[in-house]
């Protein structure tokens, strides 16, 4: 099963194995880490389970989609390139280690 990494912003790190097929903010929720809010609960409708890839893991995401684009204007903190919205994240084989840090706050 993949290892995602969650980081909180005190430097926190919670590996916690996720199921294939699962989304990254489902991992999280399911974990209760703290810092994902995901109230539209998966829908990529509100932006509260907004993510930093930690940049060692980034290239192994597929590319941003229009919907999810548009969603990451409207994150309670800034917007980077290593921004992703965590329920778009579906967990494969190939995002073993992938490191995710936390914003400062979702809403």
Request: net charge negative; aromatic share 4%; glycine share 6%.
């Amino acid at each position: 099963m993949p290892k995602i990494t969650y980081v909180a912003v005190d430097g926190t790190e919670s590996a916690i194995d996720v199921p294939v097929g699962t989304s990254v903010m489902r991992g999280a929720v399911f974990n209760d880490i703290d810092g994902i809010v995901a109230r539209c609960g998966g829908n990529a409708q509100c932006a509260t389970c907004h993510v930093y890839v930690d940049e060692t893991t980034l290239d192994r995401l597929e590319p941003v989609q229009p919907n999810e684009n548009e969603m990451l204007d409207y994150t309670a903190c800034t917007r980077r390139p290593n921004s992703r919205l965590s329920c778009q994240l579906k967990v494969t084989e190939a995002l073993d280690g992938l490191i995710v840090h936390l914003p400062e706050r979702q809403n």
